[in-house]
């Protein structure tokens, strides 16, 4: 069934009139359409694209099935749309902004209506499309990792790492970094998300790699831990214990499974182990055309996964003055288990 079908079965579920769409990924997921500038109303029987002058010769070519309205100032153009269908409710996107909002009661007299993010319920499960595109993405961010051991050596700097890894990404084919490119070695590792800074590497360094790529609009992300030089023995206790989590996690991985026993199967290793307090984030999250996506995983959440969800396992355990450490691989969650797309080595390296 096409996307828009879909989502006007939800809306009728949920008694939706009709539905204001303004953020553009999930503009693109519904239309295909890649640009600054659009507006998508969907009512009972019919589907709007608004854009400007600059975007409709692309949009005739690539928004197949909506009508197409060339204006500047969509709010107008939806509302002698809603008059001419008699709508009398209209439901917007709730990240939208205050000025958004006042703009939309200043220009529409229907009653406006808070978001249930149905573009979002159903960008949650990924078709085999959207699947093939996030799995080569992890592909490039895999070839990148190994090409990035030959790199790395004591006195280069973290942004050297970074630079090395966004571009190498580009040169695979990526047409960009998916988010800033995350390189925290030394003490800086137990900083979960410590971006690279001017900091040199040395000797004895834990460096973890967290990164990944856009792939026609798809996402890869994915961390690896790699050490320069001997690691201490504690390190090597942290490794292999997050290491466990990240594999026990995969092995238990399948739809049916609760939100809450994601995050805790994998929280359970590292609680035996005593590093409990130290891993001090959650077990993943959905990827997709965002990086961070639905579904989300809260440790009271009786909600299940679903075939078809791409979703990341990233244990880590942070100690302060000491370093950290953390594994992220990228699942696709199947009826009997999970295909796990990011394929590059989790072994303890030693560079
Ligand atoms: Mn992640």
Same mark, same amino acid.
């Given at each position: ?7 006007r079965?939800?809306m ?10 303004t ?5 693109f ?8 500038s659009a507006t998508?109303?969907v ?7 608004i ?7 692309i949009a005739r070519e690539?928004?197949?099935?909506f ?10 153009e ?12 209209l439901?917007?996107e709730?990240e *939208?902004?205050f ?9 529409l ?20 499309s959207?699947?093939k ?5 992890c592909?490039?961010s ?9 790199f790395?050596?004591?006195?280069i700097?973290e ?10 990404m580009?040169?695979?084919?990526a ?5 800033e490119?995350?390189?925290?070695s030394?003490?800086r590792?137990s ?12 000797l ?6 967290d990164?990944?790529?856009y ?5 890869s992300d994915?961390?690896?831990? *790699?050490?320069?030089g &001997? ?26 499974l609760?939100?809450? /026993?994601?995050?805790?199967i994998a929280? /359970?290793?590292?609680? &035996?182990?005593g590093?409990? /307090?130290?891993?001090t984030?959650?077990i993943g ?6 990086i961070?996506?639905d ?5 009271t959440s009786?909600e299940?996964?679903q075939?078809g ?9 942070? *100690?302060d003055?000491?370093?950290g450490?953390?594994?992220?691989d ?5 009826d /009997?288990g ?5 394929k590059a080595?989790k ?5």
């Amino acid at each position: 069934m096409e996307r828009i079908e879909k989502l006007r079965n939800l809306m009728k579920e949920d008694s939706v009139e009709s539905l204001l769409i303004t953020n553009l990924n999930n503009i693109f997921y519904l239309t295909g359409f890649w640009g600054t500038s659009a507006t998508v109303l969907v009512t009972e029987n019919e589907q709007y694209f608004i854009t400007d002058a600059r975007y409709t010769l692309i949009a005739r070519e690539t928004v197949k099935n909506f009508k197409i309205i060339e204006s500047r100032q969509p709010l107008v153009e939806v509302d002698s749309i809603l008059k001419s269908e008699n709508i009398s409710s209209l439901q917007f996107e709730g990240e *939208v902004s205050f000025a958004f909002y006042q703009n939309l009661k200043n220009t529409l007299s229907v009653d406006l209506k808070a978001s249930s993010n149905l573009v979002e319920k159903l960008r949650i499960i990924k078709d085999n499309s959207e699947i093939k595109l996030i799995e080569k993405a992890c592909s490039i961010s895999d070839q990148a990792f190994i090409d990035v051991l030959d790199f790395i050596k004591v006195g280069i700097s973290e942004l050297d790492v970074a630079n090395f890894l966004d571009f190498r990404m580009r040169e695979l084919g990526a047409s960009g970094i998916s988010f800033e490119t995350i390189v925290a070695s030394g003490n800086r590792s137990s900083m979960p998300h410590g971006v690279a800074s001017d900091k040199l590497l040395e000797l004895g360094d834990t460096i973890t790699l967290d990164f990944g790529c856009y792939y026609n609009h798809y996402v890869s992300d994915m961390t690896r831990t *790699v050490f320069l030089g &001997q690691p201490e023995d504690k390190m090597v206790e942290i490794y292999n214990t997050v290491l466990e989590s990240n594999n026990t996690l995969i092995n238990q991985t399948r739809a049916g499974l609760l939100y809450k /026993d994601y995050d805790g199967i994998a929280r /359970d290793v590292i609680e &035996q182990t005593g590093y409990g /307090d130290y891993f001090t984030h959650g077990i993943g999250h959905g990827i997709g055309i965002d990086i961070h996506e639905d579904p989300f995983f809260g440790k009271t959440s009786e909600e299940k996964l679903q075939a078809g969800m791409v979703i990341t396992d990233e244990p880590g355990i942070y *100690v302060d003055d000491l370093g950290g450490v953390r594994i992220e691989d990228d699942l696709v969650v199947l009826d /009997d288990g999970c295909k796990i797309i990011t394929k590059a080595p989790k072994e303890l390296i030693i560079i």
